[in-house]
């Protein structure tokens, strides 16, 4: 059974940081790429960032560029976010899923979705 699970989420100040990480068992994913989303009470999931198969290649939401880096262990079949400089707007539940459809940066394009793990910025 395909699982990723979502952890290193909390309640941080603004201007603070967090590491989030997703473990994957059950497949290993490396030949594909991995990626963050976000999903704010009332608002739609919304992509964050992604990284190719080998860690080569990133792609950030405009909205996080330069403030989060995201990162991976194919060893461990684990993906990485680093949170910098977070702000109240980047309050919501994180989740990492794989880019089984390679359609691009789209809720519609990942698949195998973790259970989210929430971060809470305070002002």
């Known amino acids: 059974q395909v699982q990723l699970v979502e952890s290193g989420g909390g309640l941080v100040q603004a201007g603070g940081s967090l590491r989030l990480s997703c473990a994957a068992s059950?497949?290993?994913?490396?030949?594909?790429?991995m990626g963050w989303f976000r999903q704010a009470p009332g608002k739609e999931r919304e992509f964050v960032a992604s990284i190719s198969w080998s860690g080569a290649s990133t792609y950030y939401a405009d909205s996080v560029k330069g403030r989060f880096t995201m990162s991976r262990d194919n060893a461990k079949n684990t993906v990485y976010l680093q949170m910098n400089s977070l702000k109240p707007e980047d309050t919501a539940v994180y989740y990492c899923?794989?880019?089984?459809?390679?359609?691009?940066?789209?809720?519609?394009?990942?698949?195998?979705w973790g259970q989210g793990t929430q971060v809470t910025v305070s002002s």
């Open positions: 899923a794989v880019d089984i459809r390679q359609k691009g940066p789209t809720v519609g394009s990942y698949e195998y």
């Open positions: 059950g497949r290993t994913f490396s030949s594909y790429r």
